[in-house]
């Protein structure tokens, strides 16, 4: 299994950037497929995710409104759209997979045994 996550870069603040997390060894629709990120000095902290079973999304409430998650079957890949980014979303975002039942919370990033290697979202104010 491997999740390659892509898309990141240098923005300023108010812009935007579409990560993407590409899959191969598993179907992305059979997994809960989450984004973290983690600032550095701070712990990893969750994003966003989207769910196997239904397609549910879950936001952070720091992105809540500005990110948006989807799932691309036909390509095997997850997105995570970024809108008006601010200074304090800088932080290397990585991709995670699971197969976590509905009763799971999907925010806890132990529960998932997948993850790929980060790619580093830079926002300048």
């Known amino acids: 299994v491997q999740l390659q996550a892509c898309g990141g870069g240098v923005v300023q603040a108010g812009d935007s950037l579409r990560l993407s997390c590409e899959a191969s060894?598993?179907?992305?629709?059979?997994?809960?497929v989450a984004w973290f990120r983690q600032a550095p000095g701070k712990e990893r902290e969750f994003v966003a995710c989207?769910?196997?079973?239904?397609?549910?999304?879950y936001y952070a409430d720091s992105v809540k409104g500005r990110f948006t998650i989807a799932r691309d079957n036909a390509n095997n890949a997850v997105y995570l759209e970024m809108t008006v980014l601010k200074a304090e979303d800088t932080a290397v975002y990585s991709c995670?997979?699971?197969?976590?039942?509905?009763?799971?919370?999907?925010?806890?990033?132990?529960?998932?045994?997948?993850w790929g290697q980060g790619t580093l979202v830079t926002v300048s104010s």
């Open positions: 995670a997979a699971g197969a976590l039942i509905l009763s799971t919370d999907p925010r806890t990033d132990w529960r998932y045994p997948y």
């Open positions: 060894g598993l179907a992305v629709r059979s997994y809960t």
């Open positions: 989207i769910r196997r079973s239904g397609g549910a999304t």
